[in-house]
C-alpha cells in the first residue's frame, strides 16, 4: 500500500493564551509521507519568518527529491539511504537559508528555530530534529518521548546532574543548544525507526509539552486513538487549559497499514501498473 | 538579580552572598568564598555550584555534616527559600528568577550558543545522584457499561481531586445492568461507551464540562437530542444517552 493511504496525518496549531501571534510553521504531505514542524524564535515576526523559510525548504526540497528517486535508495554522495540524506541535507540548506537571511536584513538578525521533521516510507519513520520540539510514539500502551531535546536541561539530565522529576522545578528552560539559522552550519540529528502498524507518532512544539504532563498526553492519545482531529484538538486545548503560554503545535499521524516499497521486479511492475 | 545566600547565625543576618561564581566553597579556612571561622565548620565544608539560574547544594565530606531544611543533606537542588545550616549557621537560598512554568512571563526560548560547560563540569562534581524512572503511560479511562464502572463506594483517591476552578461532577448510570452505578469525572478526560460501537469523550475543562462524538455511527443524544460533532457543554442533570446506555451527568455537592 502506499504512504498516502497507508498514513492517517492531521496537524494544528494555535498561538496559545498569552503570545499575540504564531511562530510555529507546520507542514503536511500525505503524498510523500512528509511532516515537518518548526518553532521559531526571534524579536517582532523575525520568529516566524524562520519557521516559515525551515517548513517551506523541507518540504518543498524534499518532495523534489524524492520524485527523482526512492528514499530507500542509496544516495550517491554520503551512502545514505535517500530518505535519510534528504532529511539531513534539507535541514542544512534550511539553516543556511535562515543564516543568510538574519545576515542580510538587520530586523532578522538572530533568529533562528526549532524543527523536527519525519519522513514515513517502507515501514519505517526517518526522524531529523534540531533543539527542543519532539516526536513521541504511543505503540500499544507505550508512550514515550523518541527525539531528546537538544537543551541544557536534557544535557544536564543525561549527565545525571538532575533527575528528570527535578528538572521540572528547574529555572533553566527554555536553553536551546542547537538551532537552526543561528549559525552557518547545523548538524541535525537524524534516526530510523521501524514503524508498527497501529503506531500513534505526535510530532509537537514546546508549547505542548511544557504545559501538558506526558502521562497526560499520552492517555489522550490512547482514549481518542480512534478520532486524530479530537486527539489533536483535545491536546490544544489542554495546553492552552492548563495557561497556554506559548504557541502550540500538533502533527499526529497514525499508521493504519503497512506501507513497504514493492521489492523486485514484480513489485515494480505491480506498482507501475497501479499508477 | 544573581541568587543569593544569606548568612546569619540566631536570627541575626551576617552577610548576603550573591552566587556570581560558577563554584562557591563554604569553610572555615580563608581561601573559601563564603568562610565561617568556628570550629564546628570543616576547612573545606560545602560548596555551591551554579548554572545559569539553578543552583546545587553539595557536602564536601564535612566532619560535622550540614542540614537542608532540616534534613541530614548530601546534595541538593536548591530552592528559592531553602535553609543550609553548617554548625549554628544558617544560610537562606533566595533566587528571585520566575520559575517559568509558573510565572505569567514566560522566557521565550534562547539558543545557549558555546557548548554548556558548567553542565559537564557540574557533573564532576554532581555525579549520577539520581535515577531517571520513567512514568509509564497510564491507561486510559475507557468505562464499559458492561463490565468495569466502579462501584459507588469506590472513591479515587484524595489527591485526584478535579480542578480548583470546577466543582466535581459523577455520572450515574441510569438502565441496564450497571444500573445505579456512578463514574466520578476524575481526570481531564474520560471516555464512555464501547470502542467500535459508540464512544464519547467528556472533557473537564476550567469552564465547565463537556462531550464530545469520538467514534461511531450515531452521536450521543443530551437530553434526547443529538450533540452532533462539536463538543457540548454539560449542565447539571443533564441526560445523556450513548450506545444504549442512559445515564445523568450531575455536579457533587
Avoid at chain 1, 49 to 64: D, F, L, N, P, T
Avoid at chain 1, 169 to 191: Q, W, Y
Amino acid at each position: 500500500m502506499n504512504v498516502k493511504d497507508a498514513l492517517e496525518i492531521v496537524s494544528q496549531t494555535h498561538s496559545g493564551m498569552v503570545r499575540s501571534h504564531n511562530e510555529d510553521s507546520v507542514a503536511c504531505d500525505a503524498e510523500h509521507g512528509l511532516v515537518v514542524l518548526a518553532d521559531g524564535m526571534g524579536g517582532y515576526n523575525a520568529g516566524e519568518v524562520a519557521s516559515g523559510i525551515a517548513v517551506s525548504v523541507m518540504s518543498s526540497e524534499i518532495r523534489h527529491m524524492l520524485e527523482h528517486g526512492s528514499p530507500a535508495d542509496k544516495d550517491q554522495a554520503s551512502g545514505d539511504e535517500i530518505g535519510v540524506a534528504a532529511l539531513r541535507d534539507n535541514v542544512k540548506k534550511a539553516n543556511l537559508s535562515i543564516f543568510n537571511a538574519a545576515q542580510s536584513q538587520p530586523q532578522y538578525a538572530g533568529m533562528g528555530t526549532t524543527i523536527v521533521s519525519g519522513l514515513f516510507y517502507d515501514n519505517r519513520v526517518a526522524v531529523a530534529h534540531v533543539g527542543d520540539s519532539r516526536m513521541y510514539r504511543l505503540r500499544g500502551d507505550t508512550f514515550e518521548p523518541i527525539t531528546r531535546d537538544h537543551s541544557l536541561l536534557q544535557e544536564q539530565i543525561d549527565s545525571g546532574v538532575i533527575s528528570k522529576e527535578l528538572a521540572k522545578l528547574s529555572k533553566n528552560k527554555n536553553l536551546v543548544t542547537r538551532a537552526v539559522g543561528i549559525e552557518a552550519d547545523v548538524v541535525p540529528e537524524v534516526h530510523v525507526y521501524d514503524t508498527q502498524v497501529g503506531d500513534i507518532y505526535l510530532f509537537c512544539s514546546d508549547g505542548l509539552n511544557d504545559m501538558v504532563e506526558d502521562e497526560d498526553i499520552g492517555a489522550t492519545l490512547q482514549m481518542l486513538q480512534n478520532n486524530l482531529a479530537l486527539a489533536a484538538k483535545q491536546l490544544i486545548e489542554q495546553a492552552n487549559d492548563n495557561g497556554g503560554r506559548d504557541n502550540v503545535s500538533v502533527i499526529l499521524i497514525k499508521v493504519r497499514d503497512s506501507y513497504a516499497l514493492s521489492r523486485g521486479w514484480w513489485g515494480k511492475l505491480k506498482s507501475w501498473f497501479k499508477n | 538579580m544573581p541568587a543569593k545566600l544569606i548568612l546569619s547565625m540566631d536570627g541575626a543576618v551576617i552577610k548576603e552572598y550573591p552566587l556570581t561564581k560558577e563554584r562557591m566553597t563554604i569553610g572555615r579556612k580563608p581561601h573559601n568564598d563564603i568562610i565561617i571561622d568556628n570550629l564546628a565548620v570543616s576547612s573545606e565544608h560545602a560548596a555551591v555550584i551554579t548554572i545559569l539560574n539553578d543552583s546545587f547544594f553539595e557536602d564536601l565530606g564535612s566532619t560535622n555534616g550540614s542540614v537542608v531544611n532540616g534534613v541530614p543533606t548530601q546534595k541538593h537542588f536548591l530552592q528559592s527559600n531553602d535553609v543550609i545550616e553548617i554548625g549554628k549557621y544558617k544560610l537562606k537560598y533566595l533566587n528571585d528568577q520566575p520559575t517559568q512554568t509558573t510565572a505569567a512571563d514566560f522566557e521565550k526560548t534562547m539558543v545557549l550558543r558555546a557548548p554548556p560547560k558548567p553542565a559537564a563540569k557540574a557533573d564532576d562534581q554532581l555525579s549520577h545522584t539520581q535515577t531517571n524512572a520513567a512514568p509509564l503511560a497510564p491507561k486510559p479511562d475507557t468505562a464499559q457499561f458492561n463490565t468495569t464502572a466502579p462501584k459507588p463506594e469506590v472513591k479515587p483517591a484524595a489527591s485526584a481531586a478535579p480542578s480548583a476552578q470546577q466543582p466535581a461532577a459523577v455520572i450515574q448510570i441510569l438502565n441496564g445492568p450497571n444500573l445505579g452505578r456512578e463514574l466520578e469525572l476524575s481526570k481531564n478526560l474520560t471516555t464512555l461507551g464501547k470502542p467500535g460501537v459508540q464512544v464519547a469523550v467528556l472533557a473537564r475543562r476550567p469552564h465547565g464540562y463537556f462531550i464530545t462524538h469520538v467514534e461511531g455511527g450515531s452521536f450521543p443524544l443530551v437530553n434526547g437530542s443529538s450533540v452532533g460533532e462539536q463538543p457540548h457543554q454539560l449542565n447539571d442533570h443533564d441526560i445523556i444517552e450513548l450506545a444504549g446506555v442512559k445515564m445523568e451527568f450531575f455536579f457533587k455537592t
